[in-house]
């Protein structure tokens, strides 16, 4: 009797001992498949982070495109450039009109020199364009003007009236822009009478040209012609509050010289 309950308590204590470590195999088993399935989540997270370009990465293949394009490719520098220098963007503008012109340099180099010009105010650099540029190529035309007229602003700009004269009087013409400019050119030089005469012209061709009025008005001052100098300021500044300045496309993005601010 004595040995049959020492073997119960035996065997007990057995099954106590085996279910115990059952247990905890379990739990080990269980904390092994989590830990697994974990990593196995974050493998495919992994993964799909890398499977999935980021912005900067499609950035860099749309430029590897656009510079992989042969046909037109110059043309599409010069657009590129064109379209920074209308948001201000001058460094990466000129930088694409660069690549243009190493491509093209005969269709692209006037464009070149005129947003020297027009955009960044460097008269000096532009000048040397253009005069090396026309030498070799000829007078053509650049956003609505020949190379002379751009030379012609340069020369305004560096107040070398005379010089900048002979550009515009060589080639006048019945275009808005270039009969102002010719009376700003008289203007400088104390001429008042030529230069309202131009201006008259100018407004001639373009009633609402309120820059060619606030000109003409200062002009007709010097006359002692006050009153009428007063009316033609206030038609100015209504022409100028509708939006009517100098007549050029990209007037809209950057000043011209003598564009008046109110």
């Known amino acids: 009797m004595e040995r049959l309950k020492l073997f119960l308590i035996y065997n007990n204590d057995l099954f106590k001992k085996s279910l115990k470590s ?28 890398y499977d999935k370009p980021s912005n900067k990465h499609k950035e860099i293949e749309v430029s590897k495109e656009f510079a992989n394009q042969e046909v037109g490719k110059d043309k599409k520098w010069k657009q590129k450039g064109e379209s920074y220098l209308k948001k201000g963007k001058f460094r990466q503008g000129m930088d694409c009109l660069n690549e243009a012109v190493k491509l093209n340099e005969k269709s692209w180099k006037p464009y070149h020199a005129f947003a020297k010009c027009i955009y960044l ?30 030379l012609g602003l340069c020369y305004l700009q560096k107040n070398d009236f005379e010089l900048a004269k002979k550009y515009f009087v060589s080639k006048k013409n019945n275009n808005s822009t270039e009969l102002f400019y010719i009376g700003i050119i008289e203007f400088k030089l104390r001429n008042y009478k030529q230069a309202i005469s131009y201006f008259d012209e100018a407004i001639k061709v373009y009633p609402n040209f309120s820059d060619a009025k606030y000109y003409k008005s200062i002009c007709l001052s010097k006359f002692d012609k006050f009153n009428e100098a007063s009316i033609l300021l206030q038609e100015a500044k209504q022409d100028a509050k509708n939006k009517f300045s100098i007549n050029e496309s990209n007037g809209k993005y950057t000043k011209y010289p003598y564009q008046v601010e109110w």
């Open 121 to 150: 105010k460097n008269y000096d650099e532009a000048i040397i364009e253009l005069e090396d540029y026309k030498n070799r190529f000829g007078n053509v035309n650049i956003e609505g003007h020949d190379c002379d007229f751009y």
């Open 22 to 49: 059952t247990v905890k195999f379990m739990k080990n088993l269980i904390f092994l498949s989590l830990f697994l399935i974990s990593c196995v989540k974050k493998t495919e997270s992994i993964s799909t982070s």
